[in-house]
């Protein structure tokens, strides 16, 4: 019996120009150019990253062609400006070519890629390929704060821990404390995502994420984790959870699976990937997971071209980046 298919997971690459673009725009500084203006729609629809106006024009050399640097200029502000103005792009020597590189693999890398593979593929060193994912990540946090879930729709809420562990267990008088950092994760099922690291796992932090994040008609699907008691009282929809000491990990819909399966490529990526992350960094990468994970039904080239708009209007100075 033939299989019902998924529209929506249709994600083949079959007649997808983007991707026969790509490997040109990695190669070549001129495709690598036509390549970001075309996925910013300046292919169309140009217009003044400075001023925003249309009463703009590409430059051009002595000979005709282009402007060597790929200049353009608006008639209105007189102003000069390139693919990488108002971008995490701008005032970085890195060349575009590795800037779609690195767009690329951490969209279509399903659990991200390394700083030191960027630099075997490219010749960048380690410090200017951490830079520019990291501007990357920058680019992918999620500005939008609609709420997730509504009337009762179910929203899955669970905790997990990242990082390092004591070496040796201690003693009473002198106990080793852990060095692995909390982070939450909210989810709409079948919708998107919510990843924040937070101070400690206790009812006011769990509540404080929820209270922000989720629509209180929601119906909320915990573990049995006492924090959640107090806090699932906010919800209208009801509280229902799960008793994993229990070896109960399912009872009908009532679940925090699918929050699982976000931790899991998670932790896949973190420490498989990229083996080490800082604290003064985890909201970055979590921000990356978080983009992939609630663009996971569109195609890598969408992916992409929505990494790249997104990049529009943000900025991360190195003074910034640095713990």
Avoid at 126 to 143: G, N, P, Q, V
Avoid at 198 to 223: F, M, N, Q, W
């Amino acid at each position: 019996m033939a299989s019902k298919k998924n529209p929506h997971r249709d994600l083949s690459l079959k007649d997808d120009p983007a991707v026969t673009e790509i490997p040109l725009a990695c190669a070549s500084e001129p495709h690598a150019v036509e390549f970001l203006e075309a996925m910013r729609g300046w292919d169309t629809n140009p217009y003044c990253a400075r001023c925003g106006s249309v009463n703009v024009y590409q430059m051009s050399g002595r000979d005709g062609s282009r402007n060597a640097r790929f200049l353009w200029r608006c008639r209105d502000c007189s102003k000069h400006y390139t693919v990488r103005a108002d971008t995490v792009m701008e005032d970085s020597r890195i060349p575009l070519r590795h800037w779609v590189l690195g767009f690329w693999r951490v969209c279509s890398s399903k659990k991200g890629v390394s700083a030191l593979e960027i630099r075997r593929q490219t010749g960048i060193t380690h410090k200017s390929a951490l830079f520019m994912l990291h501007r990357i990540r920058w680019a992918l946090a999620d500005d939008n704060t609609k709420p997730l879930g509504g009337f009762k729709m179910a929203v899955e809420a669970d905790e997990t821990f990242v990082g390092g562990k004591p070496r040796h267990k201690g003693t009473k008088r002198n106990p080793r404390q852990s060095t692995k950092v909390p982070v939450m994760a909210v989810v709409e099922r079948g919708g998107n995502v919510h990843l924040q690291r937070i101070p400690r796992v206790t009812a006011r932090h769990l509540g404080k994420v929820l209270y922000e994040r989720t629509d209180p008609r929601s119906v909320l699907c915990t573990d049995e984790h006492p924090s959640y008691k107090s806090v699932g009282k906010h919800f209208s929809g009801g509280h229902y959870s799960t008793n994993h000491s229990a070896y109960e990990y399912a009872r009908g819909p009532v679940h925090s699976n699918t929050a699982e399966s976000v931790f899991a490529l998670l932790k896949r990526g973190l420490h498989g990937i990229f083996h080490s992350v800082s604290k003064h960094h985890l909201h970055r990468y979590l921000a990356e997971f978080q983009f992939r994970w609630n663009t996971r039904d569109i195609r890598d080239s969408e992916r992409l071209q929505k990494a790249v708009k997104a990049s529009v209007g943000k900025r991360l100075r190195y003074a910034e980046s640095a713990p």
